[in-house]
């Protein structure tokens, strides 16, 4: 094809136009933005002057990317103090695509980061002056907020945030975040805002601003009793944009997916596994695992045994740790040394502050009754005095 001189000419002069405009970061990027990428961009850029909004474009359609580049226009227009808060597990992917496609380096933070570089953390975030862009899992975006209070924040994106959805009747950590970032310009990124019940809008909603649906009542009675389905999308124009997959198909290709099952058997070492990790899972009373939260973490052990006896090991290891330390001490808090591996699998299902508490009057019971007949912990076998009384082989309680 031949080049159009007159069309290469207005695209240089537009690029130099673009460069002298608040808009710049749309050159400073390594990637080619698709069109509907610059219109979310565009009302993200319009809806920070009221609190932010919700970036709902359908899987594969690049978010991150929308995210990214309102990230650049806010760095850019002065922004120094940025804080990205998502699932444990993506926290390595943003740092790379972060330095990849935007040249923006951030860094990851964490309990045992902090506590073991204090200091530098402190100097790094404390510096008014110096731009900090700090990635953090749900749980800990709240307790660096706490932990660091004179830290201005500018900016914050929520990324998978429809983990957060029930902010009001959830878990801490949604409840946590919401209450601790209240009047910072922020944006939400998922692609299935609405999962259950429209309920699911009012709580996503409230992160950006309590006041644009109100009381959870109020909207019920409005939108969810009521049925008024086009004044609700009328309420939900300024702070949630939704790009479909059938809106951009004439300019991007999808690969067509096919889901294929596959059957398996267990060798007989692979059973064993299984049958002695359920044995233990179903045990009465399980201190190796904390009470409030142990459905959920049963499920993620199980999810992890059917994928993985090397992370199923590790995992144990963390547990057998957590035992070692309730018994030195009568406060689980100090049980959470060493789960920061085992966390990077539960971040998604659980809340992390189901470590951090007391033990439940039932527990602290029973573990008080067990020491006053002569029980004690090696971390793999329990024994009864006389010590030479096995009561039971290789457990974790």
């Known amino acids: 094809m031949e080049s159009n001189l007159l069309l290469e000419q207005y695209s240089w002069y537009k690029k130099q136009q673009l460069a002298k405009a608040p808009f710049e970061c749309l050159l400073n990027a390594d990637i080619e933005p698709n069109p509907h990428q610059v219109n979310a961009f565009c009302a993200a850029i319009q809806a920070l002057k009221t609190g932010g909004i919700i970036l709902a474009d359908e899987v594969g359609l690049g978010k991150t990317i929308e995210a990214g580049l ?106 946590n975040l919401y209450d601790l970032t209240h009047g910072i310009p922020k944006i939400l990124l998922t692609a299935t805002p609405l999962q259950n019940s429209l309920t699911d809008l009012h709580g996503l909603v409230s992160f950006i601003d309590p006041r644009i649906f109100g009381s959870e009542k109020v909207f019920n009675r409005r939108f969810v009793d009521g049925c008024d389905y086009e004044e609700l999308k009328q309420e939900l124009l300024p702070v949630l944009y939704r790009t479909l997959r059938r809106d951009v198909g004439k300019y991007m290709a999808f690969s067509k997916r096919t889901c294929i099952t596959v059957d398996f058997h267990l060798s007989a070492e692979e059973k064993e596994l299984y049958d ?10 399980l201190y190796s695992i904390p009470n409030a939260n142990r459905g959920l973490i049963i499920l993620v052990i199980r999810k992890l045994l059917a994928s993985s006896s090397f992370a199923l090991i590790e995992t144990f290891e963390v547990l057998e740790k957590r035992l070692e330390k309730l018994y030195e001490g009568t406060k689980s808090a100090y049980a959470q040394e060493g789960f920061d591996l085992f966390w990077g699998f539960v971040e998604d299902e659980i809340d992390e502050d189901g470590f951090n508490e007391y033990d439940d009057e039932e527990t602290a019971e029973k573990k008080q009754a067990r020491r006053k007949k002569g029980f004690y912990v090696t971390g793999t076998v329990r024994y009864k005095a006389p010590y030479d009384e096995k009561v039971h082989d290789g457990s974790l309680y």
């Open 276 to 285: 002695v990790t359920n044995d233990f899972l179903r045990r009465d009373p």
């Open 70 to 175: 309102v990230l650049n226009y806010i760095l850019d227009n002065g922004a120094k103090k940025v804080l990205i808060s998502l699932p444990a597990t993506l926290r390595k992917q943003w740092e790379v695509e972060l330095l990849e496609k935007f040249g923006r380096q951030a860094v990851i933070l964490d309990r045992y980061t902090v506590e073991h570089d204090l200091a530098n953390v402190q100097t790094h975030l404390g510096n008014a002056d110096e731009v900090s862009i700090v990635i953090a899992s749900y749980d800990y975006s709240s307790k660096l907020i706490k932990r660091f209070p004179h830290v201005k924040w500018d900016f914050l994106i929520i990324d998978e945030a429809h983990n957060l959805r029930n902010v009001f009747h959830g878990t801490k950590r949604a409840k």
